[in-house]
């Protein structure tokens, strides 16, 4: 079996997970945020075939019909059993209300066609205001000066136990995404499940060495999103990460890809890269390799703490606060329009 597709067994997976082969999540998966609709399907078609086993999806892609299409056809062509493939999806913010996590992993379910998922992510911490609608046309409700809405009537440990309650028929692990350390003590406190994976952005740029070494420890696997950094065109489409000398030295070093570099650098951490690329993810797929004890070092001296995904204004939340300084966290409240008493709610600021 190719190193991607082997699994890392999660260390938190629920008791009823151990009967399917979702209690691991392969070494790789490919990306589904911006994949156009219009090729969605061929594209996680193509990549299945490429020898991805493990597909990254949400709600608020806006393709997950198109991507339970590629999955689907390529699971019928090929007579491949649904467990030989491993499927993340994500639970949207305005679905954060206990009623509504059903309603929003139903939706995401009915949209991929599948009975169920091998993961399921609380996208993000926060939460807004619920739509009717679960698939993304409601993602971001503004109100008339464009700032986002805030739901402060949904907790967060009723979020989690709705989450729980969906185990093991229409999920079979659950986890979080864009939690900081002191928000996971938190959910540990009141989690009857423990979380079996944390995605978050990490890269050479942004090794997260602390967060990953406490979600290890407590069990948590830890996938990493944007693993090229900068270069999702929506953070600006920099190469930075990929053109960095060190990773180019190496990838010559290599024979093979300065992604190639960056991807496997994650896989000798125990982290799972899921790559998203229309045009390259054969060549991602096929550019993995192992690296020696020299080289792992020599990237971990390129870390520069370096974030490209703050949506901290767009969603009314202040993500990532612990590595905050106060002067930042007030002016993304501003920012994102929230009033005293709303930042007081999250203890943003004081009295
Ligand atoms: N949980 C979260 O909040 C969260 C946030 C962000 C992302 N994610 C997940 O993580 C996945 C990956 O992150 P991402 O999409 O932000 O960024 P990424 O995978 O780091 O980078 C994607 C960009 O890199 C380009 N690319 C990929 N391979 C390449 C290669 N070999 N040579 C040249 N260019 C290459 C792609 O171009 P082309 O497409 O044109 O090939 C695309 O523009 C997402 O798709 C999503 O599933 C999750």
């Given at each position: 079996m190719p190193l991607q597709t082997e699994r890392i067994p999660f260390?938190?997976?629920?008791?009823?997970?151990?009967?399917?082969?979702?209690d691991g999540i392969p070494r790789l998966g490919y990306g589904c945020w911006n994949l156009p609709n219009e090729q969605a399907a061929d594209l996680v078609y193509g990549a299945l075939e490429a020898g991805y086993r493990h597909i990254d999806s949400a709600?608020?892609?806006?393709?997950e019909k198109e991507v339970g299409e590629g999955i689907n056809r390529w699971l019928k062509a090929t007579g491949t059993p649904r467990s030989e493939i491993f499927v993340t999806s994500k639970l949207w913010l305005?679905?954060?209300?206990a009623e509504n996590v059903a309603r929003g992993l139903t939706k995401t379910l009915d949209d991929l066609k599948l009975e169920y998922l091998d993961l399921y992510l609380i996208h993000w911490p926060g939460s807004l205001e619920a739509g009717q609608n679960f698939d993304g046309s409601a993602a971001i409700p503004q109100d008339d000066k464009g700032f986002p809405i805030r739901d402060y009537g949904a907790d967060e440990e009723d979020t989690w136990a709705a989450l729980e309650a969906q185990?093991?028929?229409?999920?079979?692990n659950i986890g979080i995404a864009n939690y900081t350390k002191s928000e996971i003590e938190d959910l540990l406190k009141y989690a009857k499940i423990k979380p079996s994976s944390l995605q978050v952005e990490c890269h050479v740029y942004l090794q997260q060495k602390d967060l990953v070494a406490f979600a290890q420890s407590k069990g948590i696997q830890v996938t990493a999103y944007s693993p090229f950094g900068g270069l999702n065109p929506t953070y600006g489409g920099t190469t930075e990460v990929v053109s960095d000398p060190l990773v180019q030295s190496l990838a010559t070093k290599h024979n093979t890809t300065p992604h190639g570099i960056v991807l496997s650098f994650l896989i000798s951490r125990n982290i799972v890269p899921i790559p998203k690329s229309v045009t390259k993810y054969k060549e991602n797929f096929d550019s993995i390799v192992k690296l020696d004890a020299d080289d792992v070092k020599a990237l971990e001296g390129a870390d520069k703490g370096k974030r490209y995904n703050d949506c901290s204004e767009m969603l009314g939340y202040i993500f990532f606060k612990d590595e905050k300084s106060s002067e930042q966290i007030l002016t993304q409240i501003a920012k994102a329009g929230l009033t005293r008493a709303q930042a007081k709610v999250e203890h943003l600021v004081g009295k």
């Open positions: 260390a938190n997976a629920p008791a009823t997970a151990a009967d399917t082969k979702s709600a608020i892609y806006g393709n305005n679905s954060k209300r185990i093991p028929q229409k999920v079979k």
